[in-house]
């Protein structure tokens, strides 16, 4: 069970955790590169300062979630719900946000450019 799960801090490279519930989840600082959270329910999950880059979190729901900080360059967010997610400093560099549901106002928080919306 990874609901309110605390896994701050920890290493969890090319981990797959598709479709897992981490809903509430404290996952700040956590390396998740490569990683597969491919439809994942990541709502209200803390994720501020995690290393995300390469992770697949396409069609993952991270509605309210706080990504401040987060590092999600190349990142695969396609079709993920990021409503009402934190973006503030995120680096989105090279991130696909195809049919992702975000607003204008939480990507003009992120650090850098998306590749599409």
């Not at 809903?23 to 990683?35: E, F, N, P, T």
């Not at 991270?62 to 401040?68: I, K, T």
């Not at 204008?104 to 992120?110: K, T």
């Amino acid at each position: 069970m990874l609901y309110a799960a605390d896994l701050s801090d920890l290493s969890l490279e090319r981990i797959n955790l598709s479709g897992a519930d981490l809903s509430d989840a404290q996952l700040r600082h956590c390396d998740l590169v490569d990683a597969n959270l491919h439809n994942a329910h990541l709502t209200n999950a803390d994720l501020s300062g995690a290393n995300l880059v390469r992770v697949n979190l396409s069609s993952a729901n991270l509605s309210g979630a706080d990504l401040r900080d987060a590092d999600l360059r190349e990142a695969n967010l396609s079709g993920a719900n990021l409503s009402a997610a934190r973006l503030s400093r995120a680096d989105l560099t090279d991130a696909d946000l195809s049919e992702a549901r975000v607003q204008a106002e939480q990507l003009r928080m992120a650090r850098s450019p998306h590749k599409a919306i």
